[in-house]
């Protein structure tokens, strides 16, 4: 369909046929045709213009079409019966589903397509479609010259009894007084009625298209169609730029819809804009229909006004006395008249006749459909994403598969079950090392503690005894996951038996090995600290994240954060894991703390240097303000603490919720516990990880109950 740009219209009366295109610019009025041709109304109309032989034979052969299911069900008597499929609906549907419009680049022309098994067929209804368009518009622009010479039929019959009864009055007078004109003379009376009486007359014509106007806004909002169709609003200035934005947001918003889910944060925002476009554009919509009555009422105020003053204009010159004044009062009403009716009659043939002309020009055909000899190629652009998108899939699904077969499949297979592969290897490290006798619990941050704020161990090695030493050479190297060393193991937490309670837990990891992890702590924070001098100074933010919930993340940053404060550095922990906090655990005071605090020392954990931010009263439906918080807090605390620690949420679980964190981190700790996730669950998870954070920021991985033999 090529579109003229041109209004070569020749019956361009007076601003009563159909207005040019240049109200709109080009690209607008392309999209609004795209839109009205993927329109319910417009599918309707072509399906009505269509013969129901041709559309039986463009539905049925899918309706034939029976699945494989179907025939097993009623092979095996479980089929239900179904009942006749409307045909005018599912053509509706199909031909909505089939045809594609585009607009091509550099041009005005928008391009038909229709895709179908029968070449042939689809290529007719493609030629059938493009020219049903152009009838439906022409149909569509006549509805109103056609209204208008409906309406102007009245008026006209009316004007032409007035001018009658105004007619006859002058015969009668001129019969009664004798009189008849001859030469007049001008007199400022004459002159007075004459100007008002011409007054009169435009303001009722004014009055006249106004009132038209507002008969269509009626007529329209009682049949039940949208006001958008009367020409007098849509073409309103306020109403055609809020028409445009929620068109764009609309189009926008079905892009989007293809790859993100209803809960996205751009396709709520989208649907939340939509919104309030749509009220701003009803509210214009009655602010115009307002416009037009209070127009109207307006005229009608000036039309009475001006009848007053022809009144007392006429009243004045009858005061006089004079006949041929009389006369001449008379001969103005009948030409006030006759201008008035030969107005309305010109204006309603030239409604008739531009109503009655079809062939517009706006749009025609520019090319026809013909069947292809062969099938499509697709786009080369379209193809080199769908490649990108398949391989991406590739190397992200064969981590997961081959975890999936190392869980289920292969034990299924050798007759070994998954507790027993995944308890072999701990059971082989916890043969290096000495069993700790059974302890009470000790709470480290009780009255019993040391002074500080954690009962630290200090930083060298505590001697085991002699029966349980392990010669150096028998010690392992550090484990690594993948082949060039990264990434390494930074520390081993082993399982703490002797304590019942979190923060019991945290004070046995804090302990000197081999029954705790004081020394690869220190060794971690030293790594930590030197990276920071690498990068612009001290400190920075610490992600802490796993693979699976339950692996000890929330224990490891709490480790990490206690050590830290022994070292005397600042640190502020914050559980982003809002939907399932656990920070709060290793820390016995600290449900005291609040996420809808305002300053800094309010998040302080007693006298210490460490500063907490518990998620118990933060909901974990609303990400997108959460994120914002995170943020907040961050810059906030950037220049007042060293280290900023976040307890985030699990990769393979969570990761909608993780993506947005890993670019805020300048360093990155994955936590594995081998009776949790297997190794490639972690790897799965450092492949989704890697292309959202820098690739400097990766610095290991830490193991949680090295020395466990159950999976309690």
């Keep these: 369909l090529l579109l003229r740009i041109q209004d070569n219209n020749v019956f361009n009366f007076n601003e009563l046929s159909r207005s040019g295109v240049g109200e709109l610019s080009a690209p607008m009025l392309v999209n609004n045709h795209r839109t009205e041709m993927k329109s319910r109304r417009f599918a ?28 097993i069900k009623e092979a095996i008597g479980l089929g239900e019966k179904k009942k006749a499929p409307n045909l005018r609906e599912v053509f509706i549907k199909k031909i909505t589903d089939a045809v594609r ?8 022309i928008l391009r038909v397509q229709v895709r179908g098994s029968n070449p042939a067929l689809t290529a007719d209804l493609a030629n059938k479609f493009s020219a049903s368009y152009i009838t439906y518009v022409a149909e569509q622009e006549l509805s109103t010259p056609r209204q208008t010479s409906e309406f102007l039929k ?6 032409a009894k007035r001018l009658r ?9 001129r019969q009664q007084a004798s009189v ?16 008002l009486t011409a007054a009169l007359s435009e303001a009722q014509v004014r009055e006249t298209k106004a009132r038209h106007d507002l008969e269509t806004i009626e007529q329209t909002r009682a049949a039940g169609r949208d006001l958008m169709d009367v020409r007098a609003i849509a073409e309103n200035g306020d109403v055609s730029a809020t028409r445009k934005v929620l068109n764009d947001r609309r189009a926008e918003l079905t892009i989007l819809q293809e790859t993100c889910g209803p809960r996205h944060p751009r396709v709520i925002a989208l649907n939340k804009e939509i919104a309030e476009q749509q009220s701003k554009l009803q509210a214009y919509v009655e602010a115009v229909a307002a416009m037009i009555a209070q127009e109207v009422e307006t ?15 006429r009243t004045d010159v009858i005061s006089l006395g004079d006949k041929q004044i009389q006369e001449n009062m008379l001969e103005g009403q009948v030409k006030m008249a006759r201008e008035i009716y030969q107005e309305t009659v010109t204006r309603m043939n030239q409604a008739a006749l531009t109503g009655s002309f079809k062939d517009t020009g706006t749009l025609r055909i520019s090319d026809s459909a013909i069947p292809p000899e062969k099938a499509l190629k697709p786009n080369k652009m379209v193809a080199l994403i769908a490649s990108m998108m398949s391989f991406g899939l590739f190397f992200l699904g064969v981590p997961l598969s081959l975890g999936v077969y190392e869980d289920h499949v292969a034990p299924l297979l050798s007759g070994v079950s998954t507790h027993d592969r995944q308890a072999a290897p701990a059971q082989q490290q916890s043969a290096h090392l000495p069993q700790t006798p059974q302890r009470p619990a000790v709470n480290p941050f009780g009255p019993q503690t040391v002074q500080g704020p954690f009962n630290l161990a200090p930083p060298q090695m505590a001697q085991p005894p002699p029966q349980s030493q392990i010669p150096a050479a028998q010690v392992p190297p550090p484990m690594t996951l993948m082949s060039n060393g990264r990434p390494t193991v930074l520390a081993q937490f082993p399982m703490v038996h002797w304590a019942s309670e979190s923060d019991s837990v945290l004070a046995g990891v804090l302990r000197a090995e081999p029954a705790g992890a004081a020394a690869a702590l220190q060794q971690l924070t030293v790594t930590l600290e030197k990276q920071a001098l690498t990068r612009s100074g001290l400190g920075g933010v610490i992600a802490v994240t796993s693979a699976e919930p339950g692996e000890g993340k929330s224990l490891a940053a709490a480790a990490l954060a206690a050590t830290f404060c022994h070292h005397g550095r600042s640190v502020l922990v914050i559980d982003c894991h809002a939907a399932h906090p656990g920070l709060h655990h290793y820390f016995p005071h600290a449900a ?33 303000e959460l994120l914002d918080g995170y943020r907040a807090w961050i810059d906030r605390a950037r220049y007042e603490i060293d280290w900023i620690i976040l307890d985030c949420p699990p990769v393979l679980k969570n990761f909608a919720d993780m993506a947005p964190l890993a670019p805020l981190a300048s360093d990155m700790i994955l936590v594995h516990d081998p009776l949790r996730a297997t190794p490639a669950k972690l790897r799965a998870a450092l492949t989704l990880l890697q292309p959202m954070m820098s690739t400097s920021a990766l610095r290991g991985v830490v193991v949680n109950r090295a020395g466990d033999q159950s999976p309690s």
């Design 299 to 313: 005229q009608a105020r000036q039309v009475e006004d001006f009848q007053k003053q022809v009144n007392q204009a």
């Design 180 to 195: 008849m004109k001859e030469n007049p003379t001008a007199d400022p009376g004459d002159s007075r009625v004459r100007l």
């Design 154 to 159: 009245v008026q006209s019959d009316e004007q």
């Design 44 to 71: 309707e109309y072509f399906c009505d213009q269509l013969p129901e032989e041709y559309r039986d034979g463009y539905v049925l052969p899918d309706l034939q079409n029976v699945s494989m299911t179907t025939r």
């Design 592 to 624: 005291a703390h609040s996420a809808a605090a305002q300053r800094l020392e309010s998040l302080r954990y007693g006298q210490s240097s460490l500063f907490l931010l518990p998620a118990l009263d933060m909901s974990g439906h609303d990400t997108n």
């Design 101 to 108: 419009v585009e607009p091509l680049k550099d041009s005005h």
């Design 165 to 173: 009864e105004a007619e006859e009055r002058l015969v009668a007078y």
